[in-house]
């Protein structure tokens, strides 16, 4: 038996979710249909019978009332006739019996009765073939007992009438909850039917495109499964611009590097056949090699640090980006020694501290002047500004170049994006990419704008606490 319950389960946790669902909605329908179906049976044939019995005793109050002489009497009816009581009065002894024999049976029990030993009673028997329900009592003042039958089949053939009535209903019930339960779990289920659908869809065709079709209507209204639908929805965009992101960044750093990696084969091949150049020729040669390779390992090493969507926690400390600023502006200097740098530190700025990586800040730092010192002529400065308000430290950095076209400034921090004036200058297009990946890894925001009277200004915000110097 065991074994068998075992494979049951086995069977029910082998079926779909849909079919699962709709055999226990439909199970719990139909429990409730029967046990109500059931239940009424039970009442009808306890109030049937129950109104059999309050008649008997209403019988048996207006005959002990009728017989208060006749002595031990036999019923002459035999209960052959519906509404006609059969009654007959036994006495406690034996003695004293008619000589007719009785048409009711009688026993000890009856003379017990009669003698007032014990409590009247009711009892189901059949007499001259006909179902009987017999009411026994003691008759007051005499050790006599009365016996009042009434025919019952009129009652019983009520309860099968009945029993069949309810058992049509219950069928109909059962009927009825397969069907309540295929249609709560198809449309229950019907969300993560197609939730389903689409996810097997996008691992055979590996297109995130595909999104779950959601029901109209207010989202205050929605179920747990549309929800869950919306959240897979979410989850579906945020992989289709990964992988968008992700191909896109494939490509740009293939075109990228194809050009600097060609110009290192024509390099090496040269190379190659050294005893064929000259002096001059190689020595040209040797340094343009030299000067790519260190091209491409910056847009190797770039890529990499791309890839870093978080900070290394432990190297998290607090630092001062006023700090930080002066010596990013120094190592500026020293690199774009024609161009001209100044720097403004709010002398509530200074002692001011955030926590944070510094080498990654002050990469941060250098990206932003080393983008404003590439487009800026050689007589204008790149004005830096550090400032602290409401808790927050603003910088700016500002050239006085041709500044950013309404059409490139949307896309200044994309990856590898070079705009028109920017195509002829050296660079990977990923300094811009990779401070904003900065920033947004500091909690801070770093944004563009054409400044004022000329040029590009870049500003960074980030949240600030009160430090020691």
Known sequence: MT??????????????????????????????????????????????TRQLELNLAQTATQVTHQTRGWGPTVSDTSCRFQAVPCVQIVPSSPARDPRRPYGLPVDDATREVADGRREAYYTKLTVAGQ??????????????????????????RGVRHAAWALSAVGAAGVLLAAALGYWVSRTGLAPVARLTATAERIAATRDARHRIELPPGSPSREDEIT??????????GELEQSVTAQRRLVADASHELRTPLTALRTNAELLARADRLTDAQRD????????QLREVTTLVNDLIELARDEEPQPLVEQVRPAALLEHAVGAAREHWPEITFTVVVDPAAAD????????????????LLDNAAK????????????????????????????????????????????AKAARALPGSGLGLAMAR???????????????PGGGALFRLRVPATAGAR
């Open 3 to 48: 074994g068998r319950r075992g494979l049951g389960a086995r069977w029910v946790r082998r079926r779909p979710l849909r079919t699962r669902l709709a055999l226990a909605a439909s199970a719990a329908v139909a429990l409730v249909a029967v046990g109500v179906c059931a239940a009424a049976f039970v009442i009808i044939r306890y109030q049937m």
């Open 437 to 451: 990946q900065i920033a947004r890894a500091h909690h801070a925001e770093l944004t563009a704008e054409r400044a």
């Open 284 to 291: 040209r040669a040797s340094a343009a090699l030299g000067r």
């Open 352 to 367: 001011t501290t955030i926590p944070g990586v510094a080498p990654r800040l002050a990469r941060l730092l250098s990206n």
């Open 375 to 418: 487009f800026s002529p050689p007589s204008t400065p790149v004005e830096s500004q550090l400032t602290l308000s409401s808790g927050q430290l603003d910088l700016t950095i500002r050239d006085h170049g041709p500044g950013i076209t309404a059409d490139d400034l949307p896309h200044v921090f994309d990856r590898f994006y070079r």
């Open 227 to 236: 929800r869950l639908a919306a959240t897979f929805n979410t989850m579906l």
């Open 131 to 156: 179902p009987v329900r017999m009411f026994t009592t003691h008759l007051p003042g005499k050790d006599e007992a009365l016996q009042v039958a009434l025919r019952s089949d009129t009652v019983e």
